[in-house]
């Protein structure tokens, strides 16, 4: 049943980046089929429990080379294997990992860099519990597949996958294996995400109707990686996909904050809408000779897209990406309820009635200092008890620390993880619908449903001590 389903969706090019999906076709019960027997659905998974979690890394570039360095420094961790292209890179990865480990820890940490497919390898002989994946974003799927199969835990960088047939065959493959796959969305794990994660649990702005999430973030020089890094193979996608090609560091929060694919609600359907593609052709122009490979391309994605996402219970939640304006660095990060909103970028709260020796009204925010009394009242437990570790150990301000953290805490104490495989299927699939109801001029495209009907006995979220 599951291999006729994917090679309906590949027949059909539901998941081909860039092609239509019409609601008639995902208004079918193709995204809501049984589950099979033998099947374990994965919402509150809690793994058996992990005295040492022995990680293997894919991928020590611009992310993962931190990741190896953060995980190495966490208790009750062994580096076993790292595997990368490039052998400079996974060598320099292997000492950091034995510094942080002070000689006591990750001894034996074997490489695999002889090509392209060294990564299975090491997953045979290594057989990790866990694996990280810091890949070009082509790779997460089969990689995450390829380890769940290998009987590891998968730790996924953003975005979990490329296409909905790849989502589907994450979610199988977990359930089948009763692995965990983790997408790693860190942004979720911020100071301000935490704190407004904790207001919206307390009931503070009242009932949720509203959210805004962006990645705006000027990264056309990576362009300058031309035959090695990010932008080496970033850079095709951005040419030759329109869409929200990055949305879940935005998203991802106010997902949380709404309990979506929790119990309370879930996305529903997107219409997704692309401006002209300027920002990149004219940068390549100027930068680099006329024959250069970058200007051989024909730049279709918009420099931005904005998607409109409505939700079971009626809540809108508007997407935005754009990577290539020359604009200041944002997240946007909303939240609007019946009594007040939570807003960043500053980080700024305003609440009906105002904040007692802070805002008469909700017409003013409160702000800079005006937020320490938010911060005494309603910082997150989590945030209380690591802030100062994380800030310490770095990762965009310590939240990348912080993450790791609570993915070995989880581990070791055999508990759900806070972020589950349908999230990230979920949020990752905002991406392909995005280019197909761009492709279709705006047109609505349904979510599938990863847990089918699941979430809403899932519980939410907890608010972790």
């Known amino acids: 049943m599951n291999s006729n389903r994917r090679n309906f969706l590949k027949r059909t090019s539901l998941a081909g980046a860039g092609l239509a999906m019409t609601p008639s076709i995902a208004n079918t019960n193709l995204f809501s089929q049984n589950r099979i027997s033998s099947a374990t659905y994965m919402g509150d998974f809690a793994a058996e429990k992990l005295d040492t979690v022995r990680f293997a890394i894919i991928g020590v570039g611009a992310r993962g080379s931190g990741h190896a360095k953060q995980i190495a420094a966490i208790e009750g961790t062994e580096i076993v294997a790292i595997s990368d292209l490039y052998e400079d890179l996974a060598q320099k990865a292997e000492k950091e990992c034995k510094e942080q480990g002070k000689g006591q820890r990750h001894k034996k940490i074997k490489l695999y860099t002889a090509g392209e497919n060294d990564w299975k390898k090491m997953l045979e002989e290594e057989r990790p519990d866990a694996v990280i994946i810091a890949t070009p974003w082509k790779l997460h799927a089969p990689m995450a597949i390829g380890a769940m199969n290998a009987g590891a835990h998968a730790f996924v960088e953003v975005p979990l996958a490329l296409t909905l047939a790849e989502m589907w065959e994450i979610v199988d493959v977990s359930e089948k294996t009763k692995k965990h796959c983790m997408m790693m969305e860190n942004v979720n794990y911020g100071r301000e995400e935490l704190l407004y994660l904790n207001m919206c649990r307390q009931g503070v702005i009242g009932e949720l109707l509203h959210g805004e999430a962006s990645y705006i973030h000027e990264l056309r020089f990576q362009m300058n990686e031309v035959e090695r890094g990010t932008g080496s193979w970033r850079t095709p996608h951005y040419a030759h996909r329109n869409g929200n090609l990055y949305p879940t560091h935005g998203l991802g929060p106010v997902a949380q904050y709404m309990n979506i694919g929790r119990g309370d609600d879930t996305f529903k359907f997107m219409n997704s809408f692309s401006s002209p593609a300027k920002g990149r052709q004219l940068y390549a122009e100027k930068n680099y000779p006329a024959d250069h490979k970058w200007n051989a391309l024909d730049y279709k994605g918009g420099d931005i897209n904005t998607s409109i996402i409505k939700t079971q219970m009626g809540r809108t939640i508007m997407v935005q990406w754009d990577e290539t304006s020359p604009r200041p660095y944002s997240r946007h990060n909303l939240i609007q309820g019946t009594k007040g909103t ?124």
């Open 342 to 465: 939570l807003a960043g970028f500053p980080t700024r709260v305003a609440l009906e009635g105002g904040i007692e020796g802070v805002t008469e009204n909700h017409h003013q925010w409160a702000e800079g200092e005006g937020m320490e009394k938010i911060y005494e009242k309603y910082e997150h437990p989590l945030y209380k008890r690591m802030g100062a570790l994380a800030k310490q150990m770095g990762g965009h301000g310590g939240m990348d620390f912080m993450m790791l953290y609570r993915i070995v805490e989880c581990l070791r104490k055999g508990e759900p993880l806070d972020q589950n495989v349908y999230e990230g299927c979920l949020w990752s699939a905002v991406t392909p619908l995005s280019e197909a109801s761009v492709t279709t001029h705006g047109a609505p495209q349904e979510f599938p449903d990863f847990t089918r009907g699941s979430w809403k006995d899932t519980a939410p979220l907890a608010i972790v001590s």
